[in-house]
T-cell receptor
């Protein structure tokens, strides 16, 4: 069975600083990996996804993530945080056999002015 | 193009009652899945439907059930509500069926259920 671990349930960054959110997964088969963002009282919005091919994936709002198979990681980064990045971020894995997503526990990002 | 639509957005029920939540997927999407989100347990998969058939099921008691109609719209039902069922219930839809190569899963805004 697959699982996802997000290190740090809360992250605080200064506006303009690097945002780094960590995600490690376990899967017995090649995974599809996703990052979603959730703003207060809203659903989940896809930031980016890794399926196959290029291991560095660029998403919306300046976010990107790198798939590292040897480290079973899919960390999310953004070079310069903006106040609007304050939200909760979820890493998720899906195995090829279905549309079921397994989520990490989420990381809430606070951006300080 | 309309997104995933969930109704109702907010509802309050009493313990022991039942509730039905509705989800309309993005036009053309045939796969619909449901998730429960709580502060304690996070996001947990409930079930997935494709072409009116349940394809995957999470680890929830039988009080949680769902169905999908021929137009891909889906409903989930929770019977004999417990306080612990208070949660945000999220519906998601995707284009391809199970096994689709990396198809994106789109989420609705969710239905907030409070059980008192």
């Amino acid at each position: 069975a697959q699982s996802v671990t997000q290190l740090g349930s809360h992250v605080s960054v200064s506006e303009g600083a690097l945002v780094l959110l960590r995600c490690n997964y376990s899967s017995s088969v090649p995974p599809y990996l996703f990052w979603y963002v959730q703003y207060p009282n809203q659903g989940l919005q896809l930031l980016l996804k890794y399926t196959t091919g290029a291991t560095l994936v660029k998403g919306i709002n300046g976010f990107e993530a790198e798939f590292k198979k040897s480290e079973t990681s899919f960390h999310l980064t953004k070079p310069s945080a903006h106040m609007s990045d304050a939200a909760e971020y979820f890493c998720a894995v899906r195995v090829a056999a279905g549309n079921k997503l397994t989520f990490g526990g989420g990381t809430r990002v606070l951006v300080k002015p | 193009k309309a997104g995933v639509t969930q109704t109702p957005r907010y509802l309050i029920k009493t313990r022991g009652q039942q509730v039905t939540l509705s989800c309309s997927p993005i036009s053309g999407h045939r796969s619909v899945s449901w998730y429960q989100q709580t502060p304690g347990q996070g996001l947990q998969f409930l079930f997935e439907y494709f072409s009116e058939t349940q394809r995957n099921k999470g680890n929830f008691p039988g009080r949680f059930s769902g169905r999908q109609f021929s137009n891909s719209r889906s409903e989930m039902n929770v019977s004999t509500l417990e306080l612990g069922d208070s949660a945000l219930y999220l519906c998601a839809s995707s284009l391809a069926g199970p096994g689709g190569s990396g198809n994106t899963i789109y989420f609705g805004e969710g239905s907030w259920l409070t059980v008192v």
